[in-house]
């Protein structure tokens, strides 16, 4: 049963079987990726759930965070695709730092618009808009320490929200600790 669509008395097109193969597994057990506001993870296991008020027959990834030991979650295999990705490739990694300074700012002035667009970034759980919040806040810092100034909580808070992501899936790819990102990055812009 189903949508069919018969052309000529041949079916050329069956919905349901479309929608099963869409359910492919694009990650494997083991696999490190990025998960929204957790991070990276691990790919655990790949498995059904026995819990009460869960389709027992739905399949679901189990994943550990790397630098939130004590989280585990679980994102169902066939809506996995627009809340995971994969960790960056090395060489994607290397190019993307290589492009830091091409990234533009925010150019947000009213701070609760500033504010949104922060949490519109962390959203998207790319490492390029995880930058854009760095260089934004860097900035507005310095700006407002010229002034005689503090930084605004706010700030605080996005920047190392922004720095645990960006540094936790670079360290990830680079295959370093978490600690040496932010100095590999540094030698690796001053020799550009």
């Known amino acids: 049963m189903g949508i069919l669509l018969v052309v ?39 498995t059904t759930l026995d819990i009460a008020g869960v389709d027992r027959k739905r399949e679901y990834y189990i994943l550990k965070p790397l630098y939130l030991s ?37 150019t947000i002035a009213n701070d609760k618009l500033l504010e949104q667009e922060y949490k519109n970034c962390l959203k998207t759980s790319s490492c390029q808009d995880l930058i854009r919040i760095i260089k934004t806040i860097y900035l507005r810092k310095r700006a407002r320490e010229e002034a005689g100034r503090k930084e605004t909580a706010v700030d605080a808070r996005y920047f190392r929200i922004a720095e645990d992501h960006l540094y936790g899936e670079l360290a990830v790819a680079l295959d370093m600790s978490r600690e040496n990102v932010e100095s590999y990055i540094n030698t690796s812009l001053q020799s550009v």
Not at 88 to 105: G, Q, T
Request: glycine share 6%; with cysteine.
């Open 70 to 106: 004590s989280s585990t979650v679980y994102i169902p295999v066939d809506t996995a695709e627009g809340s995971m990705r994969k960790v960056l490739a090395h060489e994607e990694a290397e190019n993307l730092i290589h492009r830091i300074p091409e990234i533009p700012l925010i």
């Open 8 to 46: 000529n008395g041949n079916c050329v097109f069956n919905f349901l079987q479309w929608a099963e193969e869409r359910k492919v597994k694009v990650f494997q057990k083991g696999e490190r990726v990025v998960c929204g506001s957790k991070g990276v993870c691990v790919v655990e296991e790949i």
